[in-house]
């Protein structure tokens, strides 16, 4: 009895041309799911640690993501935070909020059109408004009138107060426990749906 066995080298070529392709996709696919893990856990550290909500904190984080020619995603964060995310509440004097218990004073709450909640502030010389309703308008002695600008007033920015030794630790505990079952979980799924 003889068995013989050939191989059309062709064919197995382009086999391993498309399983390089689909590795590569499942490490892309497994790149995505672990990001999403490590800015979900820093999120709520970020948040814990300054006190706003976390929805507050994933707006101001942006994800790059990897790309089947490029196996390499990247977590950003960046930006400030409205003071009103802080608890403030406004008195006669000013505006307190939950910043170690802090105070702005002469400054004031706003909802504005748009739905946006701010601290505002006037600051800076006065100056006649350029447009509006006031524009070119007088006081009754003859005088132009005149106002100083008004600001947003904003918290600490999230770079500086987003420990990197948080982050990074987040990251690295990702990376060793989340990221190699992402791969093969993707891997399976690849062999079960190309095969």
Do not use: W
């Given at each position: 009895?003889?068995?013989?066995i ?21 490490a ?12 979900s856990?820093?999120?709520?550290v970020?948040?814990?640690d ?14 790059r993501?990897a790309?089947?020619?490029?196996l390499?995603?990247?977590l ?5 935070i ?22 702005a ?10 739905g ?9 010389a ?10 070119g ?8 009138l ?7 007033l904003?918290?600490?920015s ?21 990221l ?6 993707e ?9």
């Open positions: 009895m003889r068995a013989s050939t191989v059309d080298g062709a064919a197995v070529q382009r086999y391993l041309e498309r399983a390089k392709g689909d590795v590569r996709v499942a892309v696919r497994a790149l995505k799911r672990t990001m999403q893990t490590i800015q856990r820093a999120a709520k970020i948040a814990e300054v006190g706003i909500p976390q929805r507050r904190v994933r707006q101001a984080m942006h994800v993501d790309r089947p020619e490029k390499e995603t990247e950003t964060i960046t930006g400030k409205p003071l009103a995310d802080f608890g403030a509440t406004q008195n006669r004097r000013g505006v307190r909020y939950r910043i170690g218990r802090r105070f004073p002469h400054a004031f709450i706003v909802r504005l059109q748009s946006h909640k701010g601290v505002f502030k006037r600051v800076g006065k100056r006649p408004p350029p447009h509006g309703r006031y524009a308008k007088t006081l009754r002695s003859g005088k132009p005149t106002r100083q600008p008004i600001v947003e904003f918290g600490p999230l770079p500086r107060v987003a420990s990197q030794k948080q982050v990074d630790k987040i990251t690295r505990a990702a990376q060793i426990n989340e190699p079952k992402n791969i093969e979980r891997l399976r799924f690849i062999a079960r749906s190309g095969a």
